[in-house]
């Protein structure tokens, strides 16, 4: 599609948006002269993208760098001195000394004459065309100087065409094809198509998925999608295509309604960790399209269905924008001004205070929200309720990977950029399903796994990975839920046992006296595969074949995520996974490493911000007088020096009556967390719930006060995603509320002051809160608006010793110093399946919605996936009865559901899998209240369940459903 | 929280550093420390008052250090 010129910056550089046609190269420097210029470029570059960057565009039409050059259009034929013909330059690589020439009359006349040829075939109706002005097409009709068409149909007839769908005879033409919108957000019309294979290589190239070819030949040819339609085809509409394609033939819907965007602002997905940057393209301050920005360092130009085109629920009319009170929860909402909500959520919260104590209330910060937001949040707990009860949803998902990373490398964080990829040659992926959770990095690793990487998946289920088109070597190992640490315990043994470890390694970066403690222990038989086999279910040869993979495959690089934290064991199998690391070297340089992929968009941001109950921003524990000083002095306050509650600690002192009011912002702990109906009593038990959010979420069910969000297009911050790359989030319209999040979290604390006489807080811009967090937090310190403008974006440690931030960690020593092993015995979790809950359920997600779905529910994502489904292999339905599409009953000790089933061998028979992804299907009624045995990470990973046929959703589900239609009503105003 | 959740919850801590080379009592002390706040910590100081019954006995020994 065309450039835009991003107004707030132009030219060169960093936000330099030129389409060069063809991919950057890395390679030594070749002199070459194109029209009497001279320029140097890396070997392997084309001439094409030479001559970009002299400033020449060469006309093009199958090109685009964002893939390999294809050469079928011959648009840019160059001649080159001493070359025989006209060579395409995006297909001719520079060689030192050449003399290119873009423009002659040969050429001239060549390009003429392709355009010609492509017109011929093409409606001329560029006035009404959804592309008009951003069609390249076009462009290079007005850049050859095509003036008139010479074919004319003959006498005798018609000129055969593929857009005329009757002839002037009326007569249907059987080339013609009709628009396929099955698609919600973009169409395919077939009448506008140029057949430069723009499409199908993007989603090859760039998404992964090949769901595209091409059909036919000359000018039968046609792109086709293995289907019916696009809907029914195996595309994930992650629009990759959508943006290669030069034409109107494939366009978002959204440009068809609105017309084309007038400017663009570079902001970050909201969705995922994998931290996605957007050009926001705009009309005034409607958003038109998001469109991948291919500076981000994160995604290189690409982007997911969720990020691309799910952004809807912005706008949506669930929204709410007032302030809203109430005395009690089974009271409808009444609206209020800001005053009148803020001083009421005051009083409420300094009445309990007052009355229950101190610690009597507390705070949960949001993995959505922005940095400064969080670090807000966790202030406004710390520094004006004067106690330490902060947490976030990471304590749900990757408190264990701080625990377990924080006790063997000495920091929480992923060791590497996403661009490491690139360089691995082995990739294990424990517990984490990347095609759905986090669908750009999984198409770059499936680049990498084209090219010949090896493949190790340790899961329960066989993940979509495991599919992915032309995979070579592949391990997987189908382990029974809740044997995490037995399994990477036994990968452990046999690199041990089998010599394959990194003695050199080891000895000059590792504590010796723990590696030897660990060396013993992990040698012993009891770890071996063949041991554990019966336990694990995973085959005592497949596991060391996926062993000895691993240690002497080169570079070895570990992804994982909730399958492998949400264990009572979480923490232990971190610390397995860091083991494994350094055993075998794998730390410390490109292409290895240990990363988890967190879940949220700002999951890893929320735990550096001091969001967790024990821990200042940047990790540092509160117990420790020097930091507390730091923030003593920056405050103006004394902290408490005592750990605070975590989330489940909460709900269990408010069911206890000493924990009595929440301010929530930006979470719904009743749908996400689990055991529901604990969590609802323990919010049903407190007296001052505030939930601040975009919807009246299910939390909100049990809410007194209701402080409406603002949406991530509403506001300037920062996001940091997996790679610990903090991004910046840039306000493209003004907040629906009325409030950015950071502006209602600081009235909201300024009213309380207000009542307790304390100085209040004047922030102006996040910009000053993120000064405040850089001179408080060491690894933060070099990190400001200005260098976040300059670099796009920059991964923490910043500070003096890295100005640039830091790409890679633990490179020459471990944070901690000397990497420590620990040792990881296997214990069993205490939830078993027996008679009476013979299977064991798993939890997961898929790639169209996003969490508990309260955005992605409110898009036309809910084509893909509008309920929860039960995947149950067909072994286990047969014995029950069931068959595919059958409401079943899904019970465990903690209560019961009902959902549909789905009959897979995916899962292993034993094995039941569902999402989380919908309120009514309430997994979490389900899942216990067991937890990680260092974290309280809850273990959403094992629930012994029984399954059984049922005639629909069960009477409680149908309480609830009343219940929350109850609690959300609003008073009408008068 | 129910005295039965926290017994579980502290002797899932003891079975961890039950594992562990070096001072297993003072890993479980300062493991408690670190992530228990003063209202569980003295619960579990009540139940051990009360007898313990059920803690695993590296909780009982680190009880003592609290
Ligand atoms: S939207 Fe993505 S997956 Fe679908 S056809 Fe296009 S490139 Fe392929
Ligand atoms: S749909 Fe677009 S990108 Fe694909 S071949 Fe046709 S014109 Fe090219
Ligand atoms: S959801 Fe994740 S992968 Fe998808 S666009 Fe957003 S950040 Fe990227
Ligand atoms: S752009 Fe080079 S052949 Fe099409």
Redesign the pocket.
């Known amino acids: 599609m065309k450039d835009f010129i991003i107004p707030w910056e132009t030219g060169t550089g960093v936000y330099d948006d030129v389409d060069r046609g063809t991919p950057a190269k890395t390679g030594k420097p070749v002199t070459l002269t194109i029209d009497g210029m001279e320029i140097t470029v890396p070997e392997g570059t084309s001439v094409m993208r030479a001559a970009s960057e002299l400033g020449i565009q060469v006309p093009k039409l199958?090109a685009t760098d964002s893939l390999e050059a294809f050469g079928s259009c011959r648009l840019c034929a160059v001649e080159i001195e001493g070359r025989r013909g006209t060579p395409t330059s995006c297909t001719t690589p520079v060689h030192a000394g050449m003399k290119v020439h873009t423009q002659t009359e040969k050429l001239r006349k060549l390009r003429k004459g392709v355009m010609e040829l492509y017109i011929s075939d093409h409606p001329l109706d560029c006035l009404t065309c959804a592309a008009n002005g951003d069609c390249e097409?076009q462009d290079m009709a007005g850049a050859v100087g095509l003036r008139d068409v010479r074919y004319e149909a003959p006498k005798s007839g018609v000129l055969a065409n593929h857009f005329e769908a009757r002839n002037t005879s009326g007569e249907a033409n059987p080339e013609w094809l009709p628009k396929d919108d099955s698609n919600p957000y973009f169409t395919?019309d077939?009448s506008?198509?140029?057949?430069?294979?723009?499409?199908?290589r993007?989603c090859e190239e760039v998404q992964g998925t090949f769901a595209?070819t091409?059909e036919g030949r000359g000018f039968d040819s046609r792109?086709a999608v293995g289907a019916e339609n696009f809907l029914a085809s195996d595309c994930v509409s992650c629009g990759a295509?959508v943006q290669?394609?030069?034409?109107a033939?494939?366009q978002e819907k959204s440009v068809i309604e609105m017309g084309t965007p007038d400017r663009s602002v570079v902001t970050t997905c909201a969705y995922c960790g994998v931290g996605c940057s957007f050009k926001a393209e705009m009309q005034g301050d409607q958003l038109v399209r998001m469109v991948p920005y291919k500076h981000g360092k994160a995604n290189r130009g690409h982007s997911c269905v969720k990020g691309r085109f799910a952004y809807g629920y912005a706008t949506h009319k669930d929204r709410i924008l007032h302030p809203m009170i109430r005395d009690s929860i089974d009271l409808p909402w009444r609206e209020v001004s800001w005053d009148e909500a803020l001083s009421f959520a005051a009083k409420k919260l300094v009445g309990l205070q007052e009355k229950y104590g101190q610690k009597s209330i507390g705070v949960i910060t949001s993995s959505r929200c922005t940095n400064e937001e969080t670090y807000l949040v966790q202030k406004l707990t710390r520094a004006v309720f004067g106690n330490n009860n902060t947490d976030t949803c990471a304590r749900v998902c990757h408190s264990p990977t701080g625990y377990g990373l924080g006790q063997t490398f000495g920091t929480s964080a992923g060791t590497q950029d996403f661009d490491s990829v690139e360089k691995s040659d082995v990739v294990m992926v424990i517990g984490a399903n990347p095609t759905d959770g986090h669908p750009v990095f999984a198409s770059r690793l499936r680049k990498r796994l084209r090219q010949g990487a090896k493949l190790i998946v340790v899961d329960p289920r066989r993940i979509d990975l495991l599919e992915t088109p032309h995979l070579g070597e592949a391990h997987h190992l189908a382990l029974r839920p809740g044997t995490n640490v037995a399994v990477v315990s036994a990968i452990a043994h046999v690199i041990v046992t089998e010599g394959l470890y990194d003695p050199t390694f080891i000895a000059e970066r590792c504590d010796l006296d723990a590696w030897e403690d660990y060396k013993a222990f992990i040698s012993d038989e009891r770890h071996a595969p063949e041991a554990t086999e019966a336990l694990t279910g995973v085959p005592a040869l497949t596991l060391r074949e996926a062993a000895r993979a691993f240690a002497q495959g080169g570079n070895g690089a570990i992804y994982y995520g909730l399958g492998v934290t949400e264990h009572s064991q979480g923490s232990t199998t971190v610390m397995a996974i860091a083991n494994l690391a350094m055993m075998t070297s794998n730390i410390g340089r490109e292409g290895v490493g240990v990363n988890p992929l967190r879940g949220q968009n700002n999951v890893q941001g929320s735990c550096d911000m001091g969001s967790f109950p024990h821990e200042l921003p940047g990790y540092r524990h509160v117990k420790l007088p020097e930091v507390r000083r730091i923030f003593e002095d920056t405050w103006g306050v004394a902290l408490d020096p005592e750990p605070g509650l975590r989330i489940p600690n909460m709900l269990d002192a408010a069911v206890d009556g000493t924990f009595k009011g929440l301010y929530c912002q930006g979470e719904d702990i009743l749908q996400s967390d689990p055991d529901t109906k604990h969590v609802a009593a323990g919010l049903a038990a407190m007296e001052c719930v505030i939930v601040h959010d975009l919807f009246l979420n299910e939390t909100a069910n049990y809410a007194h006060v209701f402080l409406p969000g603002s949406s991530f297009l509403e506001k300037d911050g920062t996001f940091t995603n997996a790679e610990r790359r903090i991004n910046r989030v840039r306000k493209v319209m003004a907040p629906k509320n009325g409030y950015e999040d950071w502006q209602v979290t600081q009235m909201l604390a300024n009213a309380v002051l207000k009542e307790t006489g304390g100085k209040p807080w004047n922030y102006t811009h996040p910009a000053e809160i993120m000064a405040e967090i850089a001179a408080t937090t060491p690894s933060f310190a070099g990190v400001d608006y200005a260098l976040l403008e300059e670099k796009g974006s920059v991964q923490w440690p910043c500070n003096e010793d890295h100005p640039d931030g830091t790409p890679l960690m633990h490179v020459d020593g471990f944070v901690r110093g000397k990497g420590r092993f620990i040792v990881t015995e296997y214990i069993a979790t205490d939830e078993k399946s027996g008679p009476r809950f013979p299977l064991l359920l798993t939890t997961g997600r898929i790639l169209s919605q996003y969490n508990v779905g309260a955005q992605t529910r409110r898009t036309e994502n809910v084509v893909w996936h509008d309920q929860d489904v039960l995947e149950i292999h067909p072994h286990d339905a047969e014995n029950r009865g069931l068959r595919d599409g059958d409401w079943v009953r899904l019970a465990s000790r903690s209560g019961e559901t009902s959902l549909r089933a789905k009959i897979t061998d995916r899962v292993s028979p034993g094995v039941v899998y569902t999402t989380f992804h919908h309120p009514d299907t309430q997994a979490n009624v389900i899942t216990t209240d067991y937890s990680d045995w260092a974290t309280n990470c809850p273990e959403y990973k094992v629930t012994a369940v029984q399954v059984s046929p049922s005639n629909g959703p069960s009477e409680w589900q149908e309480r609830y459903i009343a219940q929350a239609e109850q609690s959300r009503r609003i008073e009408a105003a008068e | 929280m129910t005295d039965a959740k926290m017994v579980l919850m502290a002797n899932q801590i003891a079975s961890f550093f039950e594992t562990q080379p070096g001072d297993q009592v003072a890993g479980v002390a300062v493991h408690l420390k670190d992530f228990w706040e003063p209202r569980m910590i003295s619960q579990l100081k009540t139940y051990l008052g009360q007898g313990g019954e059920g803690l695993h006995a590296l909780v009982v020994e680190a009880g003592q250090a609290l």
Not at chain 1, 192 to 200: G, L, Q
Not at chain 1, 244 to 247: G, L, R, S
């Open positions: 199958c097409l395919y077939p506008k198509c140029i057949v430069c294979n723009r499409c199908v993007a595209l091409i792109v295509c290669a394609c030069p034409t033939t494939l």
